[in-house]
């Protein structure tokens, strides 16, 4: 597993074009805010049905940045977009992708059946791509037992990254969603990633490294989801808390 302890937390800044030229003109403004991750929001693409265009396209991505890339294609039950191919399919091309050398992370919803999680799992292990196994509620944060339990089940279905995106309600389950972080990381053998989302959730996208959380997501062209954050300032926020803190 790729050691990211050296710069936690990460920031992966997401492109979410919807042809090839606009993912490459988005990609070529991402790459000047200099991010530690890249993902690419692959439920955008309209050409998500052709693999090879998929294909061809992760490779000139490569061409023009050695930056890990994350492929995500999020389901429409979890925020993302609607697309033209079948879970099934989704399956097939992320075991497909795990064997494309310019890809370091592939995204998939614990939600999934445990079948297909052990099809991509398998997959990611075999050619050496970590596995982010995620979560994301839209609509509240659930318990806390809750969040601990979805982390417990990433990390049972072999993931290398767990991930919570959850909406908060109030002040109170921002707070929650910070300590649920910290007692996540010191259950669990590998990373997890958690955010609250919306405007009052985006505290967390700063501090939330100070609880275990190894990535935050910030926006680079367009927002993949609510409370994201522009690069630069959230990267002079995380360093302007390291500076006042001994963590």
């Known amino acids: 597993m790729e050691d990211i302890s050296k710069n936690i937390p990460q920031i992966c800044v997401p492109i979410t074009g919807v042809s090839e030229a606009e993912i490459m003109e988005q990609l070529a403004i991402v790459l000047t805010v200099q991010p530690d991750i890249i993902e690419w929001r692959a439920d955008f693409f309209e050409a998500l049905d052709?693999?090879?265009?998929?294909?061809?396209?992760?490779?000139?991505?490569?061409?023009?940045?050695?930056?890990?890339?994350?492929?995500?294609?999020?389901?429409?039950?979890?925020?993302?977009?609607?697309?033209?191919?079948?879970?099934d399919e989704v399956v097939s091309l992320l075991v497909h992708l795990s064997k494309h050398k310019a890809l370091t992370y592939i995204d998939y919803e614990i939600a999934n059946t445990e079948d297909a999680i052990g099809l991509v799992q398998e997959a990611c292990a075999k050619h050496g791509k970590l596995l982010i196994l995620s979560h994301h509620n839209f609509t509240e944060t659930p318990d806390t037992a809750i969040l601990v339990e979805k982390a417990q089940q990433a990390e049972k279905y072999g993931a290398d990254f767990a991930k919570l995106a959850v909406m908060p309600q109030s002040r109170k389950d921002v707070t929650r969603l910070l300590h649920a972080t910290s007692q996540i990381d010191e259950l669990l053998h590998i990373p997890?990633?958690?955010?609250?989302?919306?405007?009052?959730?985006?505290?967390?996208?700063v501090v939330g490294w100070v609880h275990g959380?190894?990535?935050?997501?910030?926006?680079?062209?367009?927002?993949?989801?609510?409370?994201?954050?522009?690069?630069?300032?959230?990267r002079e926020a995380i360093e302007a808390t390291k500076a006042l803190t001994t963590w």
């Open 50 to 87: 052709d693999t090879a265009c998929v294909d061809i396209l992760l490779s000139k991505m490569a061409e023009q940045t050695k930056v890990p890339i994350l492929f995500t294609v999020r389901s429409e039950k979890e925020g993302g977009q609607a697309i033209s191919i079948s879970d």
């Open 213 to 234: 959380s190894a990535i935050t997501f910030a926006v680079g062209v367009e927002a993949s989801a609510p409370g994201q954050i522009a690069v630069q300032p959230l």
């Open 192 to 205: 997890v990633i958690t955010m609250s989302m919306g405007e009052l959730g985006a505290i967390t996208r």
